[in-house]
């Protein structure tokens, strides 16, 4: 199936540079994986939106699946580790929510993510200290950085 499906972009490349359309960019979209990679990307997203609403039923509504935390909260350490390695240029088309501002401002986009995964990090650290407020702390924490990242760098609806 895969290795069709990569039979087919070839041949599309393939007609293309002999049309001469390589160079003119059109064609991108079709060689360079940005489609996967968006669609990778918002995955991830969305995992770390489930995984954050889980936390939260557990830590603020009381959930009693305390034993599960720690599996929240260690994959949002995990996939916040690197997420402008989600953003590669070019990858700022089609069906995405990204903004231009994540390659123009690529400083900031950085630190807001290494804070987040900062945040993450302090969360999992509290979590295995066990205490319910310092729990409460890093997790709102958490929150509010997901949220700073987003008012920069996503489009809203
Ligand atoms: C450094 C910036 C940054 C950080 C930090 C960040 N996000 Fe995102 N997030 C984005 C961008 C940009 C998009 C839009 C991606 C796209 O549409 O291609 C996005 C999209 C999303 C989406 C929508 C995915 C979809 O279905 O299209 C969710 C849900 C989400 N983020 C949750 C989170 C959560 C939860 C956190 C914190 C644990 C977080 N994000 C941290 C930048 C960030």
Redesign the pocket.
Known sequence: MHRILATTRNLFVGTALVLGLAASGAVHSFDDGAEAT?DY??GL??A??GN?AATAAIVVDGAEFRDNLAIHVRY?VDA?RD?PALFPEGSDFGE???LPS?WEDTEK?AR??SE?HDAAVALHEAVEGGDDAAIMAGFRN?GQ??RS??ED??RRD
């Open positions: 968006i990307r918002q997203m969305r770390l939106g954050v949002i916040t997420i995405t929510d990204a994540i986009f807001l993510s987040n958490l950085s997901c990242c987003h760098f996503r």
